[in-house]
């Protein structure tokens, strides 16, 4: 009796079937479709390649053509076939750093980075980082940012996955811009806080960074895609600049305390200008970001005066149960929420200070550290201990006797010392009363301080003896050395950056160099201008795997912009490092700062 032969084609780009059914013949496509034969008639079969590559056929014919491209047989049932087309998908990824799979399942690179699917299947790949990021797609997934890509395979497709272990943003126009500030958000995992300046407007990510006039100052909050969920500005046409971060949770808000230095009209509330009556002064400001957004801080404070060549600023912040902490420099003599600090005279005395504010902006105290003739005295760094303590650290080049609690009769050894201070919580005592880096001669400047397990801290810096060094000290809670590592460095290298690693229990460190700079026994060096350099170390000071070197043809740095000084050292240490790297839950560092290549 008369049988049906259903011929199912396969894409018309893949290839098609040509058959004969006794006399008869055609091609699918285009003629696929059901023909009537009689039992014992000969079919023809054959498969014609195009785009995809022929391996069997289905159904039917599976039996008596298996993957003969051309077969005849003479079938006495109904018969219903195909060819199948496949295409090949090859993958390529950095095979140390991260890994791909497929679904469906074929691909699982390194080990298996090719594989043939069925010509038309849709396939997923997934890239899998490994202590790495995924730096972006090529090939087939080109241009997707998302670690998941889709890839129809109705041709030979090749896919690559770009992993890196540093993943970097950059922001810019053909004004200037600085990020200066970074800090890991305490409700987001995976998201940070970013504080900067822009000298025009700018496109940070998902989102635009209005400008007037001036240097203004902005807050952004990124998700853990990079995507900006939240900005605030401060403008006003002067030049503002935030040099400190610090974020709390405050009962499911995000909180962000900035401080910097500005210089002429600084609007904090969005219409009243500071103007201050020195060449620079400093601020420390607290934002939200609020349900109902606003357009300026919850409050702010600044400390103006009479202060001459680089004048005051906030270098670094801290924060813990409900205490805010500002450490920096004051030139000439500045008031501070109604308490007169520094000196009258307008010169080059210079005064580290430190306060403590409540988070509803209240001041606790105020007190300056240095001599009442002229001397340079600035702290860097600030951290809270665990009682509550604040822990500053910079450097001095003169006694200090200007009648604050930590006073100190010792002149530095050397040219400057670096210099540790920790003020009981209500700064009524010195505790201890100096903790002093001695080197033989030359100069020596803390620019970062870390906390770490058990109370104990890193200090970072830079001394110059017999060489130049980065300098990185580990202190326990009673302030005993327990390592210090010198790296050496052939030019003077600018300020560096500390941060604790709980993941990992180690601490990281970044900062720029120039030259050459030597660090766990490798030489690296500058391409040109000033390179950034990151490392870590394990709880015994040694370096736990090669450093990271970022550069381009340019200067590529660390923080905020450098401060024109008294000479090469001095206007090198005085940029702002101490609040450009954090460190998220997961190990992974942040670092904030600032590059004049056209790409690093």
């Given at each position: 009796g008369p049988l049906s032969l259903t011929v199912s084609g396969p894409a018309p780009t893949a290839g098609t079937i040509s058959f004969e059914i006794g006399e008869f013949d055609a091609v699918c496509p285009p003629a696929c479709g059901t023909y009537g034969f009689d039992a014992g008639t000969e079919i023809t079969l054959e498969a014609n390649e195009q785009l995809g590559d022929f391996r069997g056929w289905s159904g039917d014919a599976a039996s008596p053509c298996g993957t003969s491209s051309s077969c005849s047989y003479r079938p006495r049932t109904d018969q219903n076939i195909t060819a199948d087309f496949v295409a090949r998908l090859v993958v390529t990824s950095s095979s140390s750093l991260g890994a791909v799979t497929s679904a469906p399942a074929g691909i699982a690179c390194p080990g298996d980075c090719q594989a043939e699917f069925l010509f038309g299947t849709t396939v997923t790949l997934a890239a899998v980082p490994s202590n790495s990021f995924l730096q972006g797609w090529g090939g087939a997934c080109a241009g997707d940012?998302?670690?998941?890509?889709?890839?129809?395979?109705?041709?030979?497709?090749?896919?690559?996955?770009?992993?890196?272990?540093?993943?970097?943003?950059?922001?810019?126009?053909?004004?200037?811009?600085?990020?200066?500030?970074?800090?890991?958000?305490?409700?987001?995992?995976?998201?940070?806080?970013?504080?900067?300046?822009?000298?025009?407007?700018?496109?940070?990510?998902?989102?635009?960074?209005?400008?007037?006039?001036?240097?203004?100052?902005?807050?952004?909050?990124?998700?853990?895609?990079?995507?900006?969920?939240?900005?605030?500005?401060?403008?006003?046409?002067?030049?503002?600049?935030?040099?400190?971060?610090?974020?709390?949770?405050?009962?499911?808000?995000?909180?962000?305390?900035?401080?910097?230095?500005?210089?002429?009209?600084?609007?904090?509330?969005?219409?009243?200008?500071?103007?201050?009556t020195g060449d620079v002064n400093g601020f420390v400001s607290k934002h939200l970001d609020e349900p109902v957004p606003v357009s300026a801080p919850e409050w702010w404070e600044t400390f103006t005066g009479n202060g001459a060549d680089n004048g005051s600023r906030v270098a670094d912040l801290a924060f813990q149960d409900g205490r805010v902490a500002l450490t920096g420099l004051i030139a000439g003599q500045v008031t501070l929420d109604g308490t007169t600090l520094g000196s009258g005279a307008q010169d080059n005395r210079k005064h580290a200070v430190d306060a403590v504010f409540s988070s509803a902006?209240?001041?606790?105290?105020?007190?300056?550290?240095?001599?009442?003739?002229?001397?340079?005295?600035?702290?860097?760094?600030?951290?809270?201990?665990?009682?509550?303590?604040?822990?500053?650290?910079?450097?001095?080049?003169?006694?200090?006797?200007?009648?604050?609690?930590?006073?100190?009769?010792?002149?530095?050894?050397?040219?400057?010392?670096?210099?540790?201070?920790?003020?009981?919580?209500?700064?009524?005592?010195?505790?201890?009363?100096?903790?002093?880096?001695?080197?033989?001669?030359?100069?020596?400047?803390?620019?970062?301080?870390?906390?770490?397990?058990?109370?104990?801290?890193?200090?970072?810096?830079?001394?110059?003896?017999?060489?130049?060094?980065?300098?990185?000290?580990?202190?326990?809670?009673?302030?005993?050395?327990?390592?210090?590592?010198?790296?050496?460095?052939?030019?003077?290298?600018g300020p560096f950056a500390a941060a604790y690693d709980a993941s990992s229990d180690q601490w990281v460190l970044a900062g720029s160099f120039e030259g050459n700079l030597v660090v766990g026994g490798v030489t690296h060096t500058a391409v040109a201008g000033r390179d950034i350099i990151v490392f870590r170390l394990d709880q015994s000071g040694d370096v736990v795997s090669e450093a990271l070197v970022l550069g381009g043809s340019g200067d590529d740095v660390v923080g905020g912009p450098l401060i024109p000084g008294t000479g090469e050292f001095f206007e090198l240490q005085s940029g702002h490092a101490a609040s450009a790297l954090a460190v998220l839950d997961d190990g992974t560092a942040l670092i904030a700062g600032w590059t004049d290549s056209p790409a690093i």
């Open positions: 940012p998302d670690p998941v890509c889709s890839v129809v395979m109705d041709e030979y497709r090749t896919a690559v996955a770009w992993f890196s272990r540093v993943r970097i943003d950059l922001y810019g126009t053909s004004a200037d811009e600085w990020a200066e500030a970074i800090a890991a958000d305490p409700l987001v995992t995976g998201g940070y806080v970013l504080a900067g300046s822009v000298t025009d407007s700018l496109v940070l990510g998902s989102a635009l960074v209005p400008h007037t006039s001036g240097q203004e100052l902005f807050v952004a909050r990124f998700g853990a895609d990079r995507r900006v969920t939240w900005l605030e500005t401060i403008g006003g046409g002067g030049d503002l600049r935030p040099h400190a971060l610090a974020v709390s949770d405050q009962d499911g808000v995000l909180a962000c305390y900035v401080g910097g230095s500005f210089e002429g009209d600084a609007e904090f509330d969005g219409a009243n200008a500071e103007n201050p902006g209240v001041m606790a105290f105020a007190v300056q550290h240095g001599k009442a003739t002229a001397s340079h005295a600035e702290s860097a760094a600030i951290l809270f201990t665990p009682g509550g303590a604040t822990l500053g650290a910079g450097f001095r080049d003169d006694v200090i006797d200007d009648g604050g609690p930590c006073t100190s009769a010792t002149n530095p050894t050397t040219e400057t010392d670096a210099w540790f201070y920790q003020l009981s919580a209500d700064a009524s005592t010195c505790l201890p009363s100096t903790l002093t880096l001695l080197r033989p001669t030359g100069e020596n400047r803390w620019s970062a301080l870390a906390g770490g397990p058990a109370g104990a801290f890193l200090a970072a810096g830079f001394t110059r003896t017999l060489e130049t060094s980065v300098t990185v000290s580990e202190y326990s809670a009673a302030g005993t050395v327990l390592w210090t590592r010198d790296y050496p460095a052939s030019a003077p290298p």
